[in-house]
């Protein structure tokens, strides 16, 4: 084995029992593996298309761990939306559009193929390249500050029924960052809410959000998703923050140097106009 992604690719689509599968585009891409699009394909030794790719997780026969790279999207978006929607669809992906056959997943997986090993990692004879792996849960790191920011976006009422609005302080006269921010020390593991106003990490996530509008970031760190009513999901991503925000609400922040913290970010007077200028910016999905 010489761990060429030819043999690869031919010994995980062999016969590759599909577990689940999951988008790499600009505008929908696993978190875990960048703060933006261009850094999760580079992740996984992909070029950046611009249509992306869709990652299919599966066994192999001896019940080797394969994730498998294709560029038929509209494929893998077809079977995520019937799955969500609790219709089976067999995901079958055509050998040629096969791109990368990788070793590992990058993600968690909690079911298995029936009649085959238990997942476990190729072995050097099926690919010598170190298997991808999902991020370590007891640490806090980007992946982890990103993944938490995922979840903030999913359970977004979950997470703002435990903020209060009268704990965010009155914008000060001068509505600058830190007045009419409202940063706060958001809801922890314990449900708890505190007020932390003028946070020098928030400050610094704002101005940094800011610049992105004069100064476009690379593709896939400004994502709008959609949201209840005439609202929109808005996620930032930069270097060591997240930011989480409804573009008719506020906002959460995640940073690397506060582990397991999420911070509230109140209107005030400067953050509707930069959550409207971004998500303007933003990617959004097809």
Known sequence: MAGTDEEAVAAADDALYVLTAVLLTPAKFPSVLGDDYPEACAALGLAPLADGYGLVLGQDGEGARWTVA?????????????????MEYELSPDERTVVAALPGWPLAVAVAAPGVPAPHDPGPEADDRPPLTPPDATVWGPAQRRLGADEIALQWAVWR???????????????APGDGDGAGDGPDEGGESGQKGGHSGIRRVL??????????PPLGRVRSSFAPGDARTLRADGPGWSLVARTDDIAFVLLDEEPGEVLPVGR???????LEALDKMAVRPN
């Open 161 to 175: 029924e435990q903020v209060d609005d009268a704990d965010f302080p009155a914008p000060g006269p001068s509505g």
């Open 207 to 216: 101005a940094e959000a800011r610049a992105y509008i004069d100064s476009p």
């Open 268 to 274: 005030g007077p400067e953050l509707p106009g930069l």
């Open 70 to 86: 294709i560029d038929d999207v509209s494929l893998v978006a077809v079977a995520i939306a019937s799955w969500d929607c609790g």
